[in-house]
């Protein structure tokens, strides 16, 4: 029988020790700690996973977190509170905890919380012991190599296609170890796609890289990084989960070669998993030495996924942080729609147009997020006050929270004239992309919704105030979206 995980809960509560112990006791091997002192003396480097109380007397629960990284920084620690401070909770984190869970909390929460941060203790035992798998492979090839060079001269031939070989593993290994470190240092998501798909590119030197997600819900294949091969698959293209040629990379959850495109081009892909669950693909086409991809392309493209995988839930986990943020966001549009049902029909409808318009015009992805939630809450002004400085409010209304501070100078602009006539006299391009999108994807659901006009009616409607009101662009952009 394996030997259980080792779980150490530290809290200064009688109760809440009794409580957690009976409930891990039959899958964990647990030790238990009531005062600080004590903690201090159960870490041990083969803990897995520590329960450990915020507000321990002397020294404090976050001293005790630093004891544990210091004995071994992948023992996961889940932080205990019975308080919801913000400061402290994004200490404990940056400190290396991996997570925090308010007092007082359900069973399958704090199990589910438990079990999580033992995947990842496990996740990084593995990857440890992958490096050293690698690094032993490499050692064994430099010996077998200089065995090679004195005991048979006579194979020279031979010796040059092992010490072509044996570089580039070593190039590869050093190439892994580099964009390892570079992924798992990246915490923003949006730049992490984007820096995942070019740090592969790189590594195994190819021309281009994609990394696609999959929807199942909508049985797409989602583009949201393209590198190299953006006209063939260009961000925010999507592709059939079931019939496109790259399909079949997921159900078989391992890397392989994939023929695609007009004229055609040879894929090296590899699956994106967590755990047993195939939740995306990442490959590379055409090597810049003009060779065709080989095993050993498929077992390092298969590592960097691995690799790649990790960062990306690292990521996610980092951003639960914007969960509160969230959260409040919600909470306006609920108000929004307790006060009047179709301002919020009407917001939805504007933030889901101009979601269309900003990937049509090629925005970035982390300003189309920005866009999508001005356009949600631009109206939100409009319960204080139906006419006049709506816009205005509705910034204040927002300004509290600040993951939504990059959409208020989107809806401050909301109303500006592409001319400048004004009375900022703001005009042009100084105008934010994402106030001249709203503008337009505003009045075309205007036209619609209230004034009954047809599609065809409205689109001639903007178009008389073409250079004049709206943007050219996105005027061009909303034909092209509704001639596909």
Same mark, same amino acid.
Request: glycine residues 4%; hydrophobic residues 40%.
């Given at each position: 029988?394996?030997?259980? /995980?080792?779980?150490? !809960? ?27 002192? *004590? ?13 450990? *109380? ?49 007092k007082p909390f359900e069973e399958s ?19 440890? =012991? ?21 005991? $048979?001269?006579?194979?020279? *031939? ?13 190039? =590869?290994?050093?190439?892994?170890? $580099? ?54 698959? /260009? ?46 693909? !990442? ?10 991809? *080989? ?50 029909? $009407?917001?939805?409808?504007? =933030? ?27 109206? !939100?002004?409009?319960?204080?006050? /139906? ?10 209304i927002i300004s509290p929270i600040r ?10 602009? !909301? ?16 105008? /934010? ?48 979206? $509704?001639?596909?």
């Open positions: 029988m394996a030997d259980k /995980p080792r779980l150490l !809960i530290v809290d200064d509560e009688d109760t809440v020790l009794k409580l957690l112990t009976k409930l891990f006791a039959e899958d964990y091997e647990v030790t238990t700690a009531s005062t600080a002192s *004590d903690g201090l003396e159960s870490i041990e480097k083969s803990l897995d996973v520590v329960l450990l *109380d915020i507000m321990l007397p002397d020294p404090s629960g976050m001293e005790i977190l630093k004891a544990i990284k210091e004995v071994g920084s992948d023992i996961q620690v889940i932080m205990i509170t019975g308080y919801a401070s913000l400061e402290t909770s994004t200490e404990a984190l940056r400190l290396g905890a991996y997570d925090y869970i308010l929460q704090i199990k589910s919380l438990v079990r999580n941060a033992l995947d990842k203790r496990n996740a990084l035992k593995e990857k440890k =012991a992958l490096l050293e798998e690698l690094t032993d492979l490499s050692q064994k090839l430099q010996e077998t190599n200089y065995e090679f060079e004195q005991a $048979h001269a006579e194979l020279a *031939d031979e010796k040059a296609r092992v010490d072509k070989k044996l570089e580039k593993k070593k190039n =590869a290994l050093t190439k892994l170890n $580099h964009l390892m470190g570079q992924l798992l240092l990246e915490r923003d998501l949006t730049k992490l796609l984007e820096s995942s798909v070019k740090m592969t590119v790189e590594a195994m030197e190819t021309t281009g890289g994609v990394l696609m997600l999959s929807e199942v819900r909508s049985n797409q294949l989602f583009v949201k990084s393209s590198i190299g091969i953006d006209k063939l698959l /260009p961000r925010g293209s999507r592709l059939s989960l079931s019939q496109s040629e790259f399909a079949p990379v997921i159900p078989l959850g391992e890397a392989m070669l994939v023929k695609f495109g007009e004229p055609e081009k040879i894929f090296a892909c590899s699956p994106l998993k967590e755990k047993d669950e195939t939740y995306g693909i !990442i490959c590379v086409a055409d090597r810049t030495d003009g060779e065709n991809f *080989d095993e050993s392309d498929l077992e390092f493209l298969s590592t960097i996924s691995q690799a790649t995988s990790i960062a990306l839930q690292n990521s996610l986990l980092f951003n639960s942080l914007q969960k509160s943020y969230f959260e409040a966001s919600l909470s306006l549009m609920s108000i929004e729609e307790a006060l009047d049902k179709e301002m919020k029909e $009407h917001s939805e409808r504007v =933030a889901n147009l101009g979601w269309e318009l900003a990937y049509a015009l090629s925005v970035p992805e982390g300003e189309i997020s920005a866009i999508k939630y001005a356009a949600m809450f631009h109206d !939100i002004g409009k319960i204080v006050t /139906p006419q006049g400085e709506y816009l205005s409010i509705s910034e204040k993951f939504l501070g990059t959409s208020k100078p989107i809806i401050r602009y !909301i109303n500006e004239r592409w001319d400048g006539s004004c009375r900022s006299k703001l005009k042009g391009e100084k105008i /934010p992309i994402g106030s001249r999108i709203i503008a337009v994807a505003n009045a075309y659901d205007e036209y619609i919704y209230k004034d009954k006009f047809s599609p065809e009616e409205a689109e001639k409607k903007l178009e008389l105030e073409s250079g004049k009101a709206y943007d050219p662009k996105v005027l061009e952009a909303l034909r092209t979206i $509704h001639s596909k």
